[in-house]
């Protein structure tokens, strides 16, 4: 049977994963815009460089510092859980418990800029406004999508906290 530091580190592969493909979009994004800059001809090609540098930047950012905060949560880990097991299993249910606004944030952002980029296509026939809105729209459908499986992974792992602490209750 799986212990309950297994499926830690199970979880923390998985964010490692999801921040090394954010860090990768947004340097995919960032090398795209710089792209549509060098050899984009068009009005609208040239529109996207600064939407596509920004959201890459952001993306990048975001990933980077996820990478940074879930190394060097790893290397604690270990010693973290064996020194007290039953505090850090808290201690996780806290975590995780605190980041689920996240996934909200995520949602009413898309819900915003989704609409935003249909306004702006429709009520402008500026090829800047037509690129903030394709940056609005990339930004939040890759939020969504990145946080669509991030929140599918912080609640199976939610659930195992609340079964190890259940089963802490029920042996002691």
Excluded: C
Aim: no cysteine.
């Amino acid at each position: 049977m799986m212990n309950f530091y297994n499926h830690t580190l199970n979880w923390i592969t998985g964010e490692l994963f999801e921040a090394y493909f954010i860090t990768n979009f947004g340097i995919i994004t960032i090398i795209g815009g710089i792209l549509f800059g060098k050899f984009g001809s068009t009005l609208n090609a040239k529109a996207l460089v600064i939407p596509l540098i920004v959201v890459g930047i952001v993306y990048t950012a975001i990933g980077f510092s996820m990478i940074v905060s879930n190394n060097n949560r790893l290397t604690s880990y270990k010693q973290d859980f064996e020194k007290d097991h039953h505090a850090f299993v808290k201690a996780e249910k806290k975590r995780v418990e605190d980041f689920q606004i996240g996934y909200t944030i995520s949602k009413i952002v898309a819900v915003v800029f989704f609409p935003i980029t249909l306004l702006l296509f429709w009520f402008s026939k500026s090829p800047a406004l037509h690129g903030l809105g394709l940056g609005l729209a990339l930004f939040a459908l890759a939020g969504l999508m990145v946080d669509y499986f991030s929140q599918e992974r912080a609640n199976a792992y939610y659930e195992m906290i609340v079964t190890e602490l259940s089963n802490a209750k029920i042996s002691n």
